[in-house]
């Protein structure tokens, strides 16, 4: 019930092209959908985020589509570059808390040139 | 810009030897994480602080304790180091109380080897 379940765990990619990391999770209680970068030899950063309020949201080349009946989000890399090898981390909360993060186990992404 | 300093980048300690990794973020943050980065397991909270000398046990936080005796430090000790502590160890503030969505500040990890 706790879980996110993040696929796949590893993702090679033409420079251009559009990877697309899936999450999925049982818990319909969770509000908040935060997706994490994460560079070789740094912390995660926050990304992009998304509310089950809405079915996509877009920041620059990064786009999430969210489904709600389906229970599943999506992370998508519009014209990929190679600047975007890293590793991805969905994450879902409740009840506005960042306590309670629950976290996919990470998509290694690799955009070759 | 938040700066989240872990104070080593990489230890080697022995089994059975107390271990401190210690934390310090410039911004005021109130709420201040330990996780545990371990490769196909994802991100795992061992334990998290919402305000000075507050802590809560995360999800794994058996043969680890932590203290926050000033606002901007967290650190986490184990007590008796195992093989099974060696791991990516990650520190993370955010701002705001017990509620709210505010993002993650992470350091830069402290990669921890147990021999």
């Known amino acids: 019930q706790q879980q996110v379940k993040q696929s796949p765990q590893s993702l090679i990619v033409q420079k251009g092209g559009i990877p697309i990391i899936n999450c999925a999770y049982e818990n319909t209680a969770f509000d908040y959908f935060p997706w994490y970068q994460q560079f070789p030899g740094k912390g995660p950063a926050l990304l992009i985020a998304i509310r089950p309020d809405v079915s996509e949201k877009k920041e620059g080349r990064f786009t999430i589509s969210f489904n709600k009946s389906a229970k599943q989000f999506s992370l998508h890399i519009m014209d990929s570059q190679p600047g975007d090898s890293a590793t991805y981390f969905c994450?879902?909360?409740?009840?506005?808390?960042?306590?309670?993060?629950?976290w996919g186990a990470g998509t290694k992404l690799i955009i070759k040139p | 810009d938040v700066k989240v300093t872990q104070s080593s980048r990489y230890l080697v300690k022995r089994t059975g030897e107390k271990v401190f990794l210690e934390c310090v973020q410039d911004?005021?943050?109130?709420?201040m994480f330990w996780y545990r980065q371990d490769p196909g397991l994802g991100l795992r909270l061992i334990y998290f602080s919402y305000d000075v000398k507050m802590k809560e046990k995360g999800d794994i936080p058996e043969g680890y304790s932590v203290s926050r005796e000033k606002k901007e430090r967290f650190s986490l000790i184990l007590e008796s180091a195992s093989t099974n502590q060696t791991s990516m160890y990650l520190c993370a503030s955010s701002l705001g109380g017990r509620g709210g969505n505010s993002p993650l500040h992470f350091g830069n990890g402290t990669r921890l080897t147990v021999t």
């Open positions: 994450a879902a909360s409740m009840g506005g808390s960042n306590y309670q993060l629950i």
């Open positions: 911004m005021d943050h109130e709420n």
